[in-house]
């Protein structure tokens, strides 16, 4: 919080601080054309590409796909434009910039991962617990009257949330790794 009380406070003194390139600019789409590319409202728009708010799915994959789609372009079209000029010093300390924030986000992700995987293996070796409390329960093994209560408010499958949970951050891991190789193809495309 601290530092980012301390980066707010040097942007506004430096207002000539360069802001990354957004999703809107690498598809040269407005905000609210990309609004409407990808069905969600401006607002919507806006608080994702400032990293507030997340696109639903569809929204997100349809995205993949068009920067997917444009980096293809790009790819088939770089032996016809050879004549490009090279990239200045800012866009290449912008691609920089990008894979830095895209290395934290990957990092920050596999911990959350492993933090949905860790519950979810939790819930399940719970469930698996209170299997053998029912299990001594049938055979008429004494049990105490806390694993009588633990067998009986046990669940018996696994909850749902833990799978969509982990495979949002899968999904979005995914994106990310996607990005990451975009960007280097970039960052490699514009030394030569």
Known sequence: MVLFLCLKNQHTKNHTMKRNPS??????ASHLEMAALLNVGISHWSMYE???RQLPTKAFLLLGEMLEHVRQCEAESAAVFKTESPPDKEQRDAIISLLR?????????????????????AQFRSIQLAGFIKLRIAANKMVTPEQQIFADGNRTTLDPKHSTVLFDLERRQAMLAFEQQWLEEKLLGDTK
Not at 101 to 121: C, G, M, P, S, V
């Open 23 to 28: 999703a809107s600019s690498l598809l040269g």
């Open 50 to 52: 400032s990293g507030k």
């Open 101 to 121: 924030e895209n290395e934290y986000q990957q990092l920050l992700l596999a911990k959350k991962i492993a933090t949905a995987e860790r519950k979810r293996l």
